[in-house]
């Protein structure tokens, strides 16, 4: 492709997931990197580093450099103001995941990104991963029969200089349950279905920050499936999504299963997709020998697959397979689990305005 034909693309917010989305847009044959953007002047050095103009202001990067799209990785709280002075000047989003910390921002971008006329794809990159695709192809698809639960843990520690930088322990728009498990509840809508009620409980013993470091939820989809989360970023284990996936290599890999699907039929383990039904189908039963056979599934880095996809959304080609409303269901989720675990009640993603 020649130059003429690469979307032209920024950075705003060159932080810890910044960085990877400038390196990952320059090694891209769909995109060039026109200018990266952050509050901080000391991010110049990044800039520098790319070799692409720097500017602390977003107004004055979208003016100077003309981009058809920019990439929000912007603290959480600040994706709904980032969002608008670039729709305003109709420039494509990709927005890092959560779409925003609150609901009442989430609907701000839907609204900016209509009135600009212009396409938001949020960030929620595991959908791009084949892992995550077959996975629901087979839940969808019958594979296990009909869906009776999911179990999913996630267990890693975060390092304490995670924590230096402010807003990871402050709310709204730090935590695990908004950094993180955002991922995991976003990957079940997206696998199993819509969730109809959470109950939850946090603790913060650990740590004693603002924010949760660990959390217990019972989740009940509207197909009538239940599930449940274990997650904590506190302890040193290894079955996290991140850990068992190898899909961010800078994890350290541990070959393990983090999640569990059960169905009518058949039950899978993932990610090392390990199936499991019974050896004689004409036979179930609990003393009945079980086959284990394994779903093959290339192992991709979603991360350029999510980029190309931004590139031919902005062309028109595609439209966005998480866009702002869809986002803002995930969002719903993560925070009725936040909700119910203030309140000690069950709470309906939907009553809170996100469905
Ligand atoms: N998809 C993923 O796997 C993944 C991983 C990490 C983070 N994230 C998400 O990416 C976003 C950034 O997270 P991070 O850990 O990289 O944060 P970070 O704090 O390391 O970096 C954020 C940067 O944004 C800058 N910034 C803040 N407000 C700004 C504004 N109004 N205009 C321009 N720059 C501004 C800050 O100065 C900082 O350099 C968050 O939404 C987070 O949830 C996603």
Redesign the pocket.
């Known amino acids: 492709m020649d130059q003429m034909n690469l979307e032209k693309l920024a950075v705003?917010?060159?932080?810890?997931?910044?960085v990877r989305h400038a390196e990952l847009i320059r090694a891209h044959p769909m995109a060039s990197l026109v200018g990266l953007?952050?509050?901080?002047p000391s991010?110049r050095a990044v800039a520098d580093r790319f070799g692409v103009p720097f500017y602390t202001s977003?107004a004055e990067l979208l003016e100077r450099e003309r981009p058809a799209g920019v990439v929000i990785?912007?603290?959480?709280a600040?994706?709904a103001?980032?969002a608008e002075i670039c729709a305003q000047r109709s420039v494509h989003l990709l927005i890092?995941?959560?779409i925003a910390s609150t609901l009442e921002e989430a609907r701000r971008i839907g609204e900016a990104a209509q009135a600009g006329g212009i396409r938001v794809l949020v960030?929620h990159?595991r959908r791009h991963n084949p892992l995550v695709q077959k996975t629901r192809e087979l839940v969808r698809g019958g594979g296990l029969g009909r869906l009776t639960g999911v179990s999913l843990l996630w267990a890693l520690l975060k390092p304490d200089a995670y924590f230096d930088?402010g807003?990871r322990r402050e709310r709204p728009g730090g935590g695990p349950v908004l950094?993180n498990l955002i991922?995991e509840l976003d990957s079940l809508r997206f696998i199993c279905g819509e969730i109809e009620e959470v109950y939850a409980r946090s603790s913060s013993a650990v740590r004693g920050l603002a924010v949760e470091d660990s959390v217990s939820i019972s989740l009940a989809f509207a197909n009538g499936a239940l599930g449940t989360i274990l997650a904590s970023d506190a302890t040193p284990a290894a079955w996290s999504y991140e850990a068992n996936t190898g899909e961010n290599p800078v994890y350290f890999r541990t070959e393990e299963n983090c999640v569990h699907f059960l169905g009518t039929a058949a039950s899978l383990a993932f990610p090392r997709m390990e199936l499991w039904r019974y050896a004689d189908a004409t036979r179930p039963g609990w003393t009945e020998p079980m086959a284990r056979s394994i779903v093959e599934v290339a192992g991709v880095d979603p991360l350029p697959l999510q980029l190309a996809h931004f590139c031919r959304v902005i062309r028109g080609e595609e439209a966005p397979v998480v866009d702002a409303e869809d986002a803002t269901r995930s969002l719903a989720v993560a925070l009725a689990v936040l909700e119910s675990a203030r309140t000690g009640l069950p709470v309906h993603p939907v009553a809170l305005g996100g469905g």
Do not use: F, M, Q, Y
């Open positions: 705003i917010g060159i932080g810890l997931i910044g953007c952050d509050v901080d991010r977003v990785a912007t603290s959480n600040t994706h103001a980032v890092e995941k959560p960030g990159h930088v807003w950094i991922h």
